[in-house]
């Protein structure tokens, strides 16, 4: 018996007669127009991964930059203004171009219709002008960049930005003003297709959990989105003609500023996480050969966040004079919208009891997701507790929460989600070896890196610092260490992504043996999709479905 | 903490010399380290649970030991402990958590007042007795110390992680924080929120210091001037003594004991009187009319620095009758020359 | 909600298809019947105007705030705009919101010239309304009432001197009119700037009505512009008493 069950549940077709499908939505067209011009979601999708992977290692590249410069306590490889355009470039790059597009972008783009059972998404031309305006708001970021940078944090904070900088302000708050309606499009598109698209038997429950995650996070994207547009315009007319809507000098509120600002950026980390969610939910599944755990919690779970997410954006203000009141129901709020985390990392670690489990690579950066984003929602306790968020809030202890966040959660299940579904966009095989080994690398890269930010956090390193005191130097020195392993485990995917291009082993329609209609097609997928609109006469991750299917393809074909 | 206090202090130190740990210099650190102790054992404890659970069912039901899986839907019994218990402990934190905020933001009534004022890129300290600092502190221990703190441009925060207190630092309006330090020494005072180019030079120390030094301090430091003097000076030179001075013909009301008191504005407002009620009023004088007077006082925005509205703050705060005001008055009338005020007064420092 | 999609009914799919195949070009191949296009459609339309909501949502709240703060100021600022215009310019909204809908029953009933009459009156309407406002906002800046370097507040402070009987504001609440003519500004720009993306597209519809696109059966172009057109009608229905009838009577 051991001998016949191997420790992998991949599947290839066999080697020597296997071919990629004759004609696929890649070699359908050629030449670039086909591609600047294609309405083919799976193609817009390309184009955001190649730019979203751009933008990450643009930003990534920042981020080094910064650890670089903390590796002593004197501000001696660039001074303060350089440091401060650095981190503000790291943040602005990170979160507007890469993490709010990176999973709904890709994958989001890429898998909707497929999981639902549909041709393309609801609007075909909406999404390509989604990544047009996309591009076109990185464009402009890269171009306050070239022009000599912007200083003003990722925050914007008023009224440094409005009246007390001379770097280009105005030319950053555009560039995220117009990438934010690429966001808002996507989550039209989005939602509107999880609506009126969905395949004949495709109730809301026999949905994979990663739609509802995308719902949830579009609908924040709809909703929350706006507000910063607004926002942003008004510190941008703020600077231009030197008036005072948030500056005090002139009758205005500076935490006017502070609450619509996080109105918009606090439901933002939820956009960036819920998508990093779904992908979970389809990994741990499918490689533990199990339905997940208690599915309607996971779903709700994720509504109740994109719902609760709406309601705690003043616990970024706790030390800003903010009433005690209100201040105590924002805390409260934000102590509620942590238990639905909660209850979906124990539904994913009981998803595996009594499975089947194995352990490619996408498996091992979802366990890297658990690890990371339970220490990572766990102390965002801390600083939702009012009385620990005086002493820890603006200091390394952000920093390090907020990067298990969205770097150890969104970051790691976008790895995850880009391995999973590769042979799916690509149709080939990544090596399994180097890639388990990259997985690692960054696990343990990440730890190394962020780990010690909440030593320095506690105390009392405040973040954005350029030149800090020496007693801190030891802890920053082991950051900028781990920072280094991490980069390497970033660089290697790229490396061996782009090798499978053309040497990978050839995929086949079905290499995990998951349930979902996006692998009961070809890989890659043809241009429409479906030949015939399928059927959804199953319960969503049903394996005794899938068994029974593929035992009937094999007694058909023999 | 039902921590014995021995064992705590071991902890405590072993940790701070291991420099993973600041030091505990004020009253409410031990209160905000003992949240923390029990927010990083919830950490350590989630954490290892969950690895646990992943290892153990990782080794249990692999593929080799576990060849086929066996469905299961769910269980609502697992799924609500599992909502209950984090809910519970989270409720705890909640609770504890706000009872340390209102610890923390809330003085006592016997606290000193200094004044802070923040600008890009440094931090200005006004004892009332008149003593200045720039990016310094002196405080005595023991006692517990409020200080009333606005920022000239903009956001700033004054951070003392020894002491464990943090207060953004607001342009146009006062914050408060207070502290009670227990330690002599010197402690490091941080700009917490990025105010600009030179964000991370707006760094100072805490002097913490026996009350007989401290004392001594504050006698060879002082400028020969308390704040109060200043405002006086400020007073006359304003002309604000023209309508306030408690005569009978005074077009402006009476400030002597007017601080602390409750005050009826025209649009029927009650009002207590305190320092921020006391700038808005010099800055905004219409939103601020006292009943029975007509709006008839200018604005001083723009007139006065944040320093000369503390000045004045802290001399209508003392100023216990109009006799000296009435005084200046006559001085002036008489065609002597009024008392002159230092060009700093009302300038920048 | 959407019961034709959940049905599993492929009677009813296959032929709803076929007609649709049969009797729209507009018909896009992705979509399974021209019913579940027409519902996308509207349905996208719906939450687009959904963030539209939140958009204004953020600066209604800054006015809110601030109006609750200078009170005295909003009011003086307020009676310095133009009630006559701002209710000429809503009634000319109102107007062109019922010529739109007409247009869209016109395109139902497949009456091309009645469609085509429809929305160029809607548009001329609609520029009427921004050349009103345009008189407004150069009478403002006549007044040096545009916020900035120029802001101009003797008008407040010395109102006899302008022949206005109004009674006098502080200088210091005098200052904040100028809080109120920015948040007036910002609002009813955008809502012109939302007016002028509406009039753009109002004269793409009219160059595809006249070649009879919307009078054979698809309409959805039609629909969801109207919905947009009314949206803005509406905004302004917010914004005219908020920015011009604030304490209106006891000063007349």
Same mark, same amino acid.
């Given at each position: 018996?051991?001998?016949a069950?191997?420790?992998?549940?991949?599947?290839?077709?066999?080697q020597?007669?296997?071919r990629?499908p004759?004609?696929?939505?890649?070699?359908?067209e050629?030449?670039?127009?086909?591609w600047?011009l294609?309405?083919?979601h799976?193609?817009?999708?390309?184009?955001?991964?190649?730019?979203?992977t751009?933008f990450?290692?643009?930003?990534?590249?920042f981020?080094?930059?910064?650890?670089?410069e903390?590796?002593?306590?004197?501000?001696?490889?660039?001074?303060?203004?350089?440091?401060?355009?650095?981190?503000?470039?790291?943040g602005?790059?990170?979160?507007?171009?890469?993490?709010?597009?990176?999973?709904?972008?890709?994958?989001?783009?890429?898998?909707?219709?497929?999981?639902?059972?549909?041709?393309?998404?609801?609007?075909?031309?909406?999404?390509?002008?989604?990544?047009?305006?996309?591009?076109?708001?990185?464009?402009?970021?890269?171009?306050?960049?070239?022009?000599?940078?912007?200083?003003?944090?990722w925050?914007?904070?008023?009224?440094?930005?409005t009246?007390?900088?001379?770097?280009?302000?105005?030319?950053?708050?555009?560039?995220?003003?117009?990438?934010?309606f690429?966001?808002?499009?996507?989550?039209?598109n989005?939602?509107?297709?999880?609506?009126?698209m969905?395949?004949?038997?495709?109730?809301?429950?026999?949905?994979?959990?990663?739609?509802?995650?995308?719902?949830?996070?579009?609908?924040?994207?709809?909703?929350?989105?706006p507000?910063?547009?607004?926002?942003?315009?008004l510190?941008?007319?703020e600077?231009?003609?030197?008036?005072?809507?948030f500056?005090?000098?002139?009758?205005?509120?500076?935490?006017?500023f502070?609450?619509?600002?996080?109105?918009?950026?606090?439901p933002?980390?939820?956009?960036?996480?819920?998508p990093?969610?779904?992908?979970v939910?389809?990994?741990?599944s499918?490689?533990?050969?199990?339905?997940?755990f208690?599915?309607?919690?996971?779903?709700?779970s994720?509504?109740?966040?994109?719902?609760?997410?709406?309601?705690?954006?003043?616990?970024?203000?706790?030390i800003?004079?903010v009433?005690?009141y209100?201040?105590?129901?924002?805390?409260?709020?934000?102590?509620?919208?942590?238990?639905?985390?909660a209850?979906?990392?124990?539904?994913?670690?009981?998803?595996?009891?009594?499975?089947?489990?194995t352990?490619?690579?996408?498996?091992l950066?979802?366990?890297?997701?658990m690890?990371?984003?339970?220490i990572?929602?766990?102390?965002?306790?801390?600083?939702?507790?009012?009385?620990?968020?005086?002493?820890l809030?603006?200091?390394y202890?952000?920093?390090?929460h907020?990067?298990?966040?969205?770097?150890?959660?969104?970051?790691m299940?976008?790895?995850?989600?880009i391995?999973?579904?590769?042979?799916?966009m690509?149709?080939?095989m990544?090596?399994?070896?180097?890639?388990?080994?990259?997985?690692?690398?960054?696990?343990?890269?990440?730890n190394?890196?962020f780990?010690?930010?909440?030593?320095l956090g506690?105390?009392?390193?405040?973040r954005?610092y350029?030149?800090?005191?020496?007693?801190?130097?030891?802890?920053?020195?082991?950051?900028?260490?781990?920072?280094?392993?991490l980069?390497?485990?970033?660089?290697?995917?790229?490396?061996y992504?782009?090798?499978?291009?053309?040497?990978?082993?050839?995929?086949?329609?079905n290499?995990?043996?998951?349930?979902g209609?996006?692998?009961?097609?070809?890989?890659?997928?043809p241009?429409?999709?479906?030949?015939?609109?399928p059927?959804?006469?199953h319960?969503?991750?049903?394996y005794?479905?899938?068994?029974?299917?593929?035992?009937?393809?094999?007694?058909?074909?023999? | 903490?039902?921590l014995s206090?021995?064992?705590w202090?071991?902890?405590?130190n072993?940790?701070?010399?291991?420099?993973?740990?600041?030091?505990?210099?004020?009253?409410i650190?031990?209160?905000?380290?003992?949240?923390?102790?029990?927010?990083?054992?919830?950490?350590?404890?989630?954490?290892?649970?969950?690895?646990?659970?992943?290892v153990?069912?990782?080794?249990?039901?692999?593929?080799?030991?576990?060849?086929?899986?066996?469905q299961?839907e769910?269980?609502?019994?697992?799924?609500?402990?599992?909502?209950?218990?984090?809910?519970?402990?989270?409720?705890?934190?909640?609770v504890?958590?706000?009872?340390?905020?209102?610890?923390?933001?809330?003085?006592?009534?016997?606290?000193?007042?200094?004044?802070?004022?923040?600008?890009?890129?440094?931090?200005?300290?006004e004892?009332?007795?008149?003593?200045?600092?720039i990016?310094?502190?002196?405080?005595?221990?023991?006692?517990?110390?409020?200080?009333?703190?606005?920022?000239?441009?903009?956001?700033?925060?004054?951070?003392?992680p020894?002491f464990?207190?943090?207060?953004?630092?607001?342009?146009?309006r006062?914050?408060t924080?207070?502290?009670?330090?227990?330690?002599?020494g010197?402690?490091?005072?941080?700009?917490?929120?990025?105010c600009?180019t030179q964000?991370?030079?707006?760094?100072?120390?805490?002097?913490?210091?026996?009350?007989?030094?401290?004392?001594?301090?504050l006698?060879?430091?002082?400028?020969?001037?308390?704040?109060?003097?200043?405002?006086?000076?400020?007073?006359?030179?304003?002309?604000?003594?023209?309508?306030?001075?408690?005569?009978?013909?005074?077009?402006g009301?009476?400030?002597?004991?007017?601080?602390g008191?409750?005050?009826?504005l025209?649009?029927?407002?009650?009002?207590?009187?305190?320092?921020?009620?006391?700038?808005?009023?010099?800055?905004?004088?219409?939103?601020?009319?006292?009943?029975?007077?007509?709006?008839?006082?200018?604005?001083?925005?723009?007139?006065?620095?944040?320093?000369?509205?503390?000045?004045?703050?802290?001399f209508?705060?003392?100023?216990?009758?109009?006799?000296?005001?009435?005084?200046t008055?006559?001085?002036?009338?008489?065609?002597?020359?009024?008392p002159?005020?230092?060009?700093?007064?009302?300038?920048e420092? | 909600?959407?019961?034709a999609?959940?049905?599993?009914?492929?009677?009813?799919?296959?032929?709803?298809?076929?007609?649709g195949?049969?009797?729209?070009?507009q018909h896009?191949?992705?979509?399974?019947?021209?019913?579940q296009?027409?519902?996308?459609?509207?349905f996208?339309?719906?939450?687009?105007?959904?963030?539209?909501?939140?958009?204004?949502?953020?600066?209604?709240?800054?006015?809110?705030?601030?109006?609750?703060?200078y009170?005295?100021?909003?009011?003086?600022?307020?009676?310095?705009?133009?009630?006559?215009?701002?209710?000429?310019?809503?009634?000319?909204l !109102?107007?062109? @919101?019922?010529?739109m809908a007409?247009?869209?029953? /016109?395109?139902e009933?497949?009456?091309r010239s009645?469609? %085509? *009459?429809?929305?160029?009156?809607?548009?001329?309407?609609?520029?009427?309304?921004?050349s009103l406002?345009?008189g407004?906002?150069?009478?403002?800046?006549?007044?040096?009432h545009?916020?900035?370097?120029?802001?101009?507040?003797?008008?407040?402070?010395?109102?006899?001197?302008?022949?206005?009987?109004?009674?006098?504001?502080?200088p210091?609440?005098?200052?904040?009119?100028?809080?109120?003519?920015?948040?007036?500004?910002?609002?009813?720009g955008?809502?012109?700037?939302?007016?002028? !993306?509406?009039l @753009?597209?109002?004269?793409?519809?009219?160059?595809? /009505?006249?070649r009879?696109?919307?009078?054979a059966?698809? %309409? *959805?172009?039609?629909?969801?512009?109207?919905?947009?057109w009314?949206?803005i009608?509406?905004?302004?229905?917010f914004?005219?008493?908020?920015?011009?009838?604030i304490?209106?009577?006891?000063?007349?």
């Open positions: 018996m051991s001998t069950i191997g420790n992998t549940i991949v599947s290839l077709p066999d020597s007669t296997a990629l004759k004609r696929h939505y890649i070699n359908n050629y030449g670039l127009l086909s600047l294609t309405e083919d799976k193609r817009i999708a390309l184009l955001y991964l190649f730019s979203v751009f990450f290692f643009i930003g990534g590249a981020a080094g930059l910064i650890r670089l903390l590796l002593t306590p004197q501000p001696d490889l660039v001074a303060a203004d350089t440091y401060n355009k650095f981190f503000t470039m790291h602005l790059i990170m979160i507007f171009l890469f993490l709010v597009p990176s999973i709904p972008g890709v994958l989001g783009n890429f898998l909707i219709p497929l999981m639902i059972g549909a041709k393309d998404l609801a609007f075909p031309k909406l999404n390509l002008l989604s990544w047009y305006v996309y591009m076109a708001g990185g464009t402009l970021t890269l171009a306050a960049l070239v022009l000599g940078g912007v200083d003003t944090g925050t914007f904070t008023t009224p440094l930005s009246h007390y900088l001379n770097t280009h302000v105005i030319t950053a708050a555009m560039a995220i003003f117009i990438t934010g690429s966001s808002i499009l996507t989550g039209i989005f939602i509107v297709t999880i609506h009126r969905r395949c004949p038997g495709m109730t809301w429950f026999r949905m994979p959990l990663f739609l509802w995650s995308h719902y949830a996070a579009s609908l924040l994207m709809v909703l929350g989105t507000v910063l547009a607004t926002t942003l315009v510190v941008a007319l600077r231009l003609f030197g008036i005072g809507i500056d005090p000098a002139k009758g205005g509120d500076p935490l006017l502070q609450h619509l600002f996080w109105f918009y950026s606090h933002a980390v939820y956009i960036m996480i819920l990093g969610m779904g992908v939910s389809e990994v741990i499918t490689f533990s050969r199990k339905r997940i208690g599915y309607t919690a996971v779903a709700f994720s509504v109740a966040i994109a719902l609760f997410g709406f309601f705690v954006w003043e616990h970024h203000m706790f800003m004079g009433s005690s209100s201040a105590l129901v924002f805390s409260l709020l934000t102590m509620l919208v942590a238990v639905p985390s209850i979906k990392i124990f539904n994913w670690a009981f998803t595996l009891q009594k499975g089947s489990i352990f490619e690579t996408p498996m950066y979802c366990f890297g997701f690890g990371l984003f339970t990572g929602g766990l102390t965002g306790v801390f600083l939702g507790s009012l009385g620990m968020d005086i002493h809030t603006e200091t202890f952000v920093v390090a907020f990067h298990f966040v969205m770097v150890g959660g969104g970051l299940a976008f790895l995850a989600g391995h999973f579904w590769w042979p799916k690509t149709g080939r990544y090596p399994e070896t180097i890639s388990k080994l990259a997985a690692v690398t960054t696990f343990i890269g990440f190394l890196t780990l010690p930010q909440f030593v506690y105390l009392g390193l405040p954005r350029a030149a800090y005191p020496p007693e801190f130097q030891v802890l920053n020195v082991l950051s900028t260490a781990g920072a280094t392993v980069g390497f485990g970033y660089m290697l995917p790229l490396l992504l782009a090798w499978s291009l053309k040497y990978g082993a050839i995929a086949g329609s290499p995990w043996q998951a349930t209609l996006e692998w009961q097609i070809a890989s890659p997928p241009t429409e999709n479906f030949t015939e609109i059927i959804m006469d319960e969503v991750y049903d005794e479905w899938l068994a029974n299917k593929t035992k009937k393809e094999v007694t058909t074909v023999g | 903490m039902g206090p021995v064992l202090q071991f902890l405590v072993w940790l701070h010399n291991a420099s993973l740990f600041p030091a505990e210099a004020s009253t650190a031990p209160y905000t380290d003992a949240l923390y102790f029990f927010l990083v054992l919830m950490t350590i404890f989630g954490t290892t649970l969950v690895a646990v659970l992943v153990f069912f990782s080794a249990r039901y692999s593929r080799q030991r576990s060849p086929v899986a066996t299961i769910g269980s609502t019994l697992l799924e609500t402990t599992w909502t209950i218990i984090p809910l519970a402990i989270f409720l705890v934190v909640y504890w958590g706000a009872l340390l905020y209102f610890r923390i933001y809330n003085p006592p009534t016997n606290a000193m007042n200094i004044y802070i004022v923040g600008k890009q890129w440094m931090w200005k300290a004892h009332p007795g008149g003593q200045h600092e990016d310094a502190l002196h405080v005595p221990m023991g006692r517990p110390v409020q200080l009333t703190m606005i920022s000239q441009d903009v956001f700033h925060s004054f951070s003392v020894d464990r207190i943090k207060r953004e630092v607001i342009p146009g006062y914050s924080v207070w502290f009670e330090a227990t330690k002599a010197n402690y490091r005072l941080f700009c917490s929120q990025y600009g964000h991370s030079g707006m760094v100072g120390w805490i002097t913490v210091m026996t009350p007989g030094d401290y004392k001594t301090w006698e060879q430091s002082t400028s020969g001037q308390s704040l109060a003097q200043n405002g006086e000076r400020l007073f006359a030179s304003m002309g604000c003594n023209s309508c306030h001075n408690g005569t009978a013909a005074a077009r009301p009476d400030l002597a004991g007017v601080y008191s409750k005050l009826t025209t649009d029927g407002r009650q009002i207590l009187v305190d320092d921020a009620y006391l700038r808005d009023a010099i800055l905004n004088p219409s939103a601020h009319v006292t009943a029975g007077y007509a709006p008839i006082m200018p604005t001083y925005q723009g007139q006065l620095s944040e320093d000369g509205l503390i000045d004045l703050v802290e209508i705060k003392n100023m216990q009758s109009d006799y000296r005001v009435q005084q008055l006559v001085t002036a009338a008489s065609g002597e020359s009024a002159t005020t230092p060009p700093q007064a009302a300038g420092r | 909600m959407d019961s999609l959940a049905t599993t009914d492929p009677a009813d799919l296959h032929a709803g298809q076929e007609h195949h049969v009797s729209l070009p896009r191949h992705h979509f399974e019947t021209v019913e296009q027409r519902e996308a459609g509207s996208g339309m719906w939450l687009f105007l959904l963030t539209e909501i939140m958009f204004f949502g953020g600066m209604f709240l800054a006015y809110l705030l601030y109006r609750n703060w009170y005295p100021a909003f009011v003086v600022a307020s009676n310095q705009l133009s009630v006559r215009i701002g209710t000429i310019n809503t009634m000319v !109102i107007t062109s @919101g019922f010529c007409v247009g869209v029953w /016109a395109a009933m497949r009456r009645l469609l %085509v *009459a429809m929305l160029v009156t809607t548009t001329l309407l609609g520029v009427l309304f921004l406002k345009y407004e906002y150069h009478e403002k800046y006549e007044l040096h545009i916020p900035g370097n120029n802001f101009n507040i003797s008008m407040f402070t010395n109102p006899a001197g302008y022949g206005i009987k109004e009674a006098p504001l502080p210091d609440m005098a200052q904040k009119t100028q809080v109120f003519f920015f948040l007036y500004f910002a609002m009813t955008m809502h012109a700037l939302h007016m002028i !993306i509406g @753009g597209i109002l004269c793409w519809l009219i160059s595809r /009505a006249r009879g696109d919307f009078s059966g698809y %309409v *959805a172009p039609v629909e969801n512009f109207a919905l947009y009314h949206f009608d509406v905004v302004w229905l914004l005219y008493p908020l920015l011009y009838l304490n209106r009577h006891p000063m007349h």
